[in-house]
Each structure stands twice: as structure tokens, then as C-alpha cells.
């Protein structure tokens, strides 16, 4: 893999991108990368990542199921799962469940000392993509980020909720699509989001190589992925911390 995975898209209007994230709270930033890296990321998650599931179900959770404890029985544990979050869900209660691979904790704990789910990391972090999203943001004081790679399949959603972690130096969640083929609205796993009243008040379609950014506390959620949509939803996810 090349060293140079995360080349940013040079014609990007910072400026532009700026005012928007001032003025919203929020901004999608497409094209964020070159093509060939998109590509290279894609192909990453696509074929080279060991998905496990990330679930909740009312106070069950958050829950965190790695690939060799899936295996012996996949499609029972995922129907189980399945069930308690929609059961949740169903209460009203906050419930989610996608594919995942987190892989700052596979970072830290060296799963796959030095492969390319490492690099990536790396390169979250690195002083060119941290220099744009503080160059987006105007918070300065942003210094990393932590990443999960995510898969929404068919079946899987994520709640509304607001994230608030001041205490860990959450300031930026962000969401960093690699959807290959176009994405039809009626395939869902878009990201949206909500004013006080529980209406949608902006979504994001998943794109590829596109960068979701938005300031934290935000109400939002991952629409639900019905049965018919492709396995495509890729993205690597997280927050942009200031310690």
C-alpha cells in the first residue's frame, strides 16, 4: 500500500467549505480525495477487513462482537442481534446495529501490526488531512482522531441520538464514505439530521469519497438499510478530538 493513501483532492475550496461549516454546523465535503486513494480505501474495506457487529438495544450495549466470534454461527448471531435492537427500536428505545471493524482498538491492541487498516490511522492523523478538517472546522485545537471502519448492510441502523463526550475531547464527528456505485435514495443509510421538533432538517446521500463533518452535540442517525439495498455502505467513521 502506498504511503501517499490519503492524497487530498488539491482543488479543494477550503474557504468555501469554511463559511458553510460556520454557517450549518455541518458540511460534506466531496471528492475529498484523490480517486486512486478512494479506490485503494474502497477496495480496503471491501475485501481486506474482518467485519464484526456493533449493536445496541435499549440499556444492552453498546456491544462490540469481532469477526472470529461471529464465525462459528454468523447467521445466528445476526439474527439474535437483529432482534433485540429491533425489538428496542420498536419501544422506542435507542437501538443500532452495523458491521464493523474498530479499528483504533486494533491499532492499540496490534491485531494487524502494520497493515493497512494501521496506515489508516496514520493517515487520519497525519498533519495534511488534521490541517484540513481544522482548516474546515476553524478549531484549531483539534490534535487527532480516532476511526472505525463500518458497513451498513441490509438490515442495519442507527438511532437518533446526540453524541456528547466533552470529557473525551470529542468536537467533530465525521463520516468518510466509499460507496463504489450510486447510491439510490431509496437504499437508505443516510445521515441525517434532526431539529428540536424530531424533523429532518438536512441528509446526506452516501457518496464516494465523500467527508461528513459535523459539530458534536448534533441530534442525528443512520437511516434504515431495507432488504433490497446492495452490500455497499462503506465508510470509515468517527470523531476529531482536541485531547
Aim: aromatic share 12%; charged share 25%.
Amino acid at each position: 500500500m502506498a504511503r501517499d493513501l490519503f492524497t487530498l483532492n488539491p482543488r479543494l475550496d477550503r474557504k468555501r467549505l469554511a463559511v458553510q461549516f460556520q454557517r450549518d454546523g455541518r458540511v460534506q465535503v466531496r471528492n475529498v480525495l484523490s480517486d486512486a486513494a478512494a479506490t485503494e480505501i474502497h477496495d480496503i474495506l471491501a475485501r481486506s477487513t474482518p467485519w464484526g457487529l456493533a449493536w445496541q438495544a435499549g440499556s444492552d450495549g453498546p456491544n462490540s462482537v469481532r469477526a472470529a466470534v461471529l464465525k462459528p454461527d454468523p447467521a445466528g448471531q445476526q439474527r439474535r442481534i437483529a432482534q433485540a435492537t429491533e425489538a428496542a427500536a420498536r419501544k422506542g428505545d435507542y437501538a443500532f446495529q452495523f458491521a464493523h471493524y474498530p479499528i483504533l482498538d486494533a491499532y492499540l491492541g496490534e491485531w494487524a501490526k502494520g497493515g493497512p487498516h494501521d496506515l489508516l490511522l496514520e493517515h487520519i492523523n497525519d498533519k495534511q488531512f488534521l490541517g484540513l478538517i481544522r482548516d474546515v472546522t476553524g478549531i484549531d485545537s483539534i490534535s487527532k482522531g480516532d476511526a472505525q471502519a463500518t458497513l451498513y448492510a441490509p438490515g442495519h441502523f442507527l438511532g437518533l441520538h446526540v453524541d456528547s463526550h466533552a470529557a473525551e475531547g470529542w468536537r467533530i464527528a465525521y463520516v468518510l464514505n466509499f460507496c463504489r456505485e450510486e447510491w439510490k435514495p431509496d437504499w437508505g443509510g443516510y445521515l441525517n439530521f434532526f431539529d428540536e421538533d424530531g424533523d429532518v432538517i438536512a441528509g446526506y446521500r452516501p457518496r464516494f469519497n465523500a467527508l461528513n463533518l459535523f459539530a458534536v452535540p448534533c441530534p442525528h442517525s443512520v437511516s434504515y438499510v431495507p432488504p433490497f439495498a446492495p452490500l455497499g455502505r462503506f465508510a470509515i467513521t468517527g470523531w476529531f478530538r482536541d485531547r
